[in-house]
């Protein structure tokens, strides 16, 4: 079993930056393909990013493509997602999880952090 805790959301302006960070507990974290979603007020958890497990392949939502950035550092058991040029639909709650195969949907992925939020103001 794996613990996630999501920290680093905040209230931005339209065009300003954050990073997100995910700290994983336990010594398997560098076995996990992992993830980010997010859940903005009334509508469905949407994936945004995932990565394998070494890092070398990362994938999008085509709404985030080219302004965020998913990595991870196995060595410090942390997951993090940079997001440039934000928006005002990037507003939301955002999820780390884990997942055994990388993929587009929620229900694939097995462990979540409790969440952290986003605000994007105009």
């Known amino acids: 079993q794996v613990q996630l805790v999501e920290s680093g959301g905040g209230l931005v302006q339209t065009g300003g930056s954050l990073r997100l960070s995910c700290a994983a507990s336990?010594?398997?974290?560098?076995?996990?393909?992992m993830g980010w979603f997010r859940q903005a007020p009334g509508k469905e958890r949407d994936f945004v990013a995932a990565?394998?497990?070494?890092?070398?392949?990362?994938y999008y939502a085509d709404s985030v493509k080219g302004r965020f950035t998913i990595s991870r550092d196995n060595s410090k058991n942390t997951l993090y997602l940079q997001m440039n040029s934000l928006q005002a639909e990037d507003t939301a709650v955002y999820y780390c999880?884990?997942?055994?195969?990388?993929?587009?949907?929620?229900?694939?992925?097995?462990?979540w952090g409790q969440g952290t939020q986003v605000t994007v103001s105009s």
């Open positions: 999880a884990t997942t055994t195969v990388l993929a587009y949907v929620s229900t694939q992925y097995d462990y």
């Open positions: 336990g010594r398997t974290f560098s076995t996990y393909r």
């Open positions: 990565i394998s497990r070494a890092g070398l392949s990362t």
